[in-house]
């Protein structure tokens, strides 16, 4: 079965700049945080720290930039069309998402060969990258509770007072740390069970052709062999 077109009004440039700008700090701050934890060579320390504290700072204020964006720039609902909504819609449950939980289950898992034609994100898409910014508002206060210009502030010092104090607050940013890395490979998978094109287009902005999806009538309405006619810049 050919696979739904990959068309550029999936991804605005707009939310391009803001996933690489994610991966760039989830990176660097994976790689500063197991450092700090586990100074595996020496002369790293200051570099390290301070590369966590930026990239803690950057990918929190991108990350909700990303969700005040997605109430005022459009995107399409599914794969296979030009058409668009306002994108906060995408991550809502969609008539093209209706009792397809357990489908998008059985073909990640291998359980069925084609997959569930439907909305841009699968079910279980949905619910990992909605619970994403909740995660990364939570290392961001964890990481404040930590940080010795604003750890005795009331509030956060209230909070990890709660948790069992400054080791226990640490423990909790730290594994953290391992939910975002797991998350990475859940959602690499996720994006890419169908083939490299929906990562080619996040990533470089490449068009794929294929069918052709109605969001009206729920239905493949065509086939795009041709995306250069059609490409918008």
């Not at 619910?127 to 210009?149: D, E, K, N, R």
Request: glycine share 8%; hydrophobic share 50%; net charge positive.
């Amino acid at each position: 079965m050919a696979h739904l077109a990959h068309y550029r009004e999936a991804h605005p440039m707009v939310f391009v700049v803001t996933h690489w700008i994610n991966l760039v700090a989830m990176i660097i701050l994976i790689i500063s945080g197991i450092y700090i934890h586990f100074p595996f060579v020496g002369g790293l320390e200051g570099i390290c720290r301070g590369a966590h504290l930026l990239f803690g700072f950057v990918l929190f204020f991108n990350c909700v930039f990303r969700v005040v964006a997605a109430f005022f720039v459009k995107t399409s609902p599914t794969g296979g069309t030009r058409e668009q909504v306002k994108d906060y819609k995408t991550w809502l449950p969609q008539a093209d998402n209706r009792h397809q939980a357990l489908e998008w289950i059985k073909y990640y898992l291998f359980l069925r060969k084609t997959h569930p034609l439907g909305a841009k994100l699968g079910v279980p898409q949905k619910i990992s990258y909605l619970l994403i910014p909740v995660l990364i508002v939570l290392m961001f206060i964890t990481g404040l509770c930590l940080w010795a210009p604003v750890m005795n502030w009331a509030p956060l010092a209230a909070l990890t007072n709660l948790v069992g104090g400054a080791m226990s607050m640490r423990i909790i940013h730290y594994f953290g740390m391992y939910v975002f890395i797991i998350f990475m490979f859940i959602h690499v998978y996720l994006a890419n069970v169908e083939g490299f094109a929906p990562t080619a287009l996040m990533f470089i902005h490449k068009e794929h052709g294929g069918l052709i999806y109605d969001p009206t009538v729920h239905d493949i309405v065509g086939e795009d062999n041709d995306v250069k006619a059609g490409e918008k810049c």
